[in-house]
């Protein structure tokens, strides 16, 4: 029986390297965010930083191990393989609940996660223990640390408040003094505020990322966190020079430097303070086996109040755990997409929103409005017209593509490292439980909202997102407790077999995940996404939404087909997969549209009959999807009703339809990825053919009808895709006639 805590450390170690992974993949929003969105160095760079940044920061968090062995409960209360039980539950229920994070795309907290997943499964194996005792639940406080779950949720509160709250006034004031034009402005200015920054965040360095480093020790290390204030006034003075002097003599951007230093500072913060949320569980695990091994007792007697003992650390493992996050940072996809989400909900311009308002983010909106209404309506006349001019944004004189643009610029990006540095340090040198995931978002959203990212077009999702995110952080607090009750329970009761199972379910599970997602990023790049034009001349946008055009016949031929097998063989699986494609289509028509404004803003006087050609394009393309979304809609409900399938007649007849609509569509996709325009007046001539032949399907359904029984809703269903295929094929030679006609002109 003894072997079964072998396997368990075994077990454990994977679950471990599983868990760097997920987790990095999570937290690298922490320290990415502000680098990638500003785009003020390029990502491989940004990757180098970062990776340094964690190497050192892995080799110092050996302070914070102790949370793992007896933070949250009491070690001496519990017995060998009662704490075994505890570990293994916290492990499988991490490693799934971070992944789930991660699919959706959505920041949580490593920290909150491991904390109320040590409580779950602490409290369960204390209630099965009080059960078969004397004991009742007045002698809770015996066994738990339920102090630090009030602290965790402390944290939660303040970090989402202090967070928003210092991040938008600083921002504010911040522009106020360099503005938008930040580049124009005197040198003192760049300095001042770049001593000011480099300061805190050098400060951020020495308390928290090096302040439990075992290989960096000494007398500077002691000076610094007792006279703090002379620390900062000092390193402010030597920054300012230094700043000063690379600016006026090098022409250097401090800007940069400063989101590089915040960069490495935020990423060793995070490996020094988070290595103990995934390696520190199976770390204590090994240390208490050690120690039971040594013992020569029997697993369910020796109590384990050697863990409460500090041990000391193994810089070659910690060193290791820093090397897999960093592989992981450079390989995850999972990882760009939480940052992703922190990135496009922070954004400056107008774009796609990937949160739906709701009614909450709306009362929250039209409140601040009010208040601001309010707010502004006492200000002083000349108060207001300074405000405004500090705020005005430089017109853009070149036109780049919406991809390469950076999401906000370099200031705000230096001032989200700032204020986090600053709050992270102040909160560890009062031990505050600040959350850094909640710190880091948090002073991201208070930034945007000062900077007039969320303006009145995109305010009500932007804060249905923030509200979603921060939901999603309570939701981990008690998700994690629930699972992880459950999880020690059943192994408490279910033995080996039970660890056996639990183990091969949650390894599944992952590389279920891991596969689909996998399917889903390479279907997403095969496909290619639309987008915005930036040519101001008709022949340049010609040309350059050939790209567009292919990608969205292509598509939109494989949603078409797709939905007439899915009629054909009542697969609703197939027309829900459909369903998915041509939604997400529609969407990125649809972003095209609403980037309209700026596309047309932007065009030289010479170029302006260029927006209608432009316009009149977005407008077929939509009627295409639009055409094709509704058929596949209405085949979707059909089904999901559990209606009766369409006849072999009906089918047989969709199928030819579907076929000739296939090799259209194909013709068009290599016609425009050749940008061979002439052989458009080929594909031009078979309109009225196809026209005839959806003709003729209607009045062999209306014979149909009439001479034999048939289903209402089967014809109902049957008249309706046929019509909007008339449509599809209409709005498909629109478009065509209109490129051809254009490039006619212009050749």
Not at 544 to 573: C, H, M, P, Q, W
Not at 612 to 623: E, H
Not at 643 to 671: A, P, V, Y
Not at 676 to 695: A, P, T
Request: aromatic share 10%; with cysteine.
């Amino acid at each position: 029986m003894d072997n079964i805590y072998l396997i368990m450390l075994i077990a454990l170690a994977i679950l471990a390297i599983a868990d760097l992974v997920v987790g990095v993949s999570n937290d690298a929003v922490n320290f990415l965010n502000s680098a990638i969105g500003s785009k003020a160095v390029s990502f491989k760079t940004i990757m180098i930083v970062a990776s340094v940044g964690i190497a050192f920061g892995a080799l110092s968090s050996s302070g914070m191990m102790e949370v793992a062995r007896k933070g949250i409960f009491v070690p001496e209360k519990f017995y060998f393989d009662e704490i075994m039980i505890i570990f293994m539950a916290v492990m499988l229920t991490d490693i799934l609940l971070l992944d789930f994070f991660n699919t959706l795309g959505l920041p949580t907290s490593t920290t909150v996660s491991i904390v109320f997943e040590l409580l779950g499964a602490a409290f369960c194996m204390t209630f099965i223990k009080l059960s078969g005792s004397s004991d009742t639940l007045l002698h809770l406080g015996e066994y738990i640390n339920s102090d630090k779950a009030i602290e965790i949720i402390m944290g939660i509160l303040l970090s989402v408040v202090i967070a928003f709250s210092v991040g938008a006034l600083v921002q504010f004031f911040t522009r106020l003094l360099i503005t938008f034009n930040f580049d124009k402005r005197p040198t003192w200015n760049a300095a001042i505020f770049s001593g000011i920054s480099t300061a805190a965040i050098t400060y951020f360095i020495i308390i928290k990322g090096l302040k439990s480093a075992d290989f960096i020790q000494g007398a500077y290390l002691d000076w610094a966190n007792t006279n703090v204030l002379a620390f900062l006034g000092l390193s402010f003075v030597v920054w300012f020079i230094v700043s000063y002097i690379l600016i006026q003599t090098f022409k250097l951007n401090v800007y940069v430097m400063i989101i590089v230093l915040g960069t490495f500072a935020l990423a060793m913060a995070f490996a020094g303070n988070d290595l103990v949320n995934f390696i520190g569980v199976p770390m204590a695990a090994y240390n208490s086996y050690e120690i039971w091994q040594a013992s020569g007792e029997a697993a369910n007697t020796f109590t384990m109040e050697s863990l409460a003992q500090k041990v000391p650390t193994q810089p070659l493992l910690l060193l290791s755990a820093g090397i897999v996050m960093i592989l992981t940072l450079f390989f995850s996809k999972k990882a760009r997409r939480v940052v992703k989400t922190s990135v496009d909900l922070s954004r400056q311009d107008e774009g796609q929103e990937r949160f739906k308002a709701n009614a909450l983010s709306r009362s929250l909106v039209r409140g601040a409005m009010t208040l601001n209404k309010g707010f502004t309506a006492i200000l002083p006349h000349g108060v207001k017209k300074h405000i405004e001019h500090k705020f005005t944004k430089p017109k853009i004189t070149t036109r780049v593509a919406a991809i390469d643009m950076p999401a906000f610029d370099l200031v705000r990006a230096a001032v989200n490292l700032m204020i986090a540095s600053v709050l992270i340090s102040a909160a560890t040198s009062l031990k505050l439980p600040l959350s850094t995931t909640y710190v880091t978002f948090m002073v991201a959203m208070g930034t945007s909202l000062a900077d007039r990212a969320w303006g009145s077009e995109s305010a009500v999702y932007r804060v249905a997102g923030v509200l979603n995110v921060i939901g999603g952080w309570f939701m981990t607090a008690i998700s994690a407790f629930t699972a992880a009750a459950v999880m020690a329970f059943i192994l408490y009761k279910g033995g080996s077999i039970a660890l056996f199972l639990l183990f091969a379910t949650a390894i599944a599970i992952l590389v279920r995940n891991y596969m689909n997602h996998k399917k889903r990023s390479e279907a997403e790049a095969e496909e290619g996404r639309l987008m915005r034009a930036v040519s101001n001349s008709i022949q340049g946008i010609i040309n350059e939404s050939t790209t567009n055009i292919a990608s969205a016949f292509k598509r939109g031929s494989k949603v078409y087909v797709g939905t007439i097998e899915g009629l054909a063989k009542v697969d609703l699986g197939k027309l829900k997969k459909s369903k998915k494609g041509i939604a997400k289509l529609n969407a990125e028509v649809e972003e095209l549209r609403n980037s309209l404004y700026y596309f047309i803003k932007n065009l030289d006087e010479t170029h302006v009959q260029a927006s209608r050609f432009y316009i009149d394009v977005l407008g077929y393309l939509q009627d295409v999807t639009q055409s094709i979304d509704f058929v596949t809609t209405s085949s979707y409900n059909h089904l999901n009703n559990n209606h009766k399938g369409l006849k072999f007649t009906q089918l047989k007849d969709l199928k030819e339809i579907e076929e000739k609509l296939d090799k259209l569509f194909s013709r068009i996709e290599d016609t425009f990825k050749a940008k061979n325009f002439d052989d458009l007046l080929f594909i031009l001539e078979e309109k009225q053919n196809l026209l005839d032949s959806v003709s003729q399907k209607i009045e062999k359904q209306v014979e149909r009808t009439r001479a034999a029984d048939s289903s209402p809703k089967n014809t109902m269903l049957y008249f309706s895709i046929l019509q909007e295929t008339e449509d599809l094929i209409k709005a498909t030679m629109n478009l065509l006639e209109h490129y051809y006609i254009e490039h006619k002109k212009h050749m």
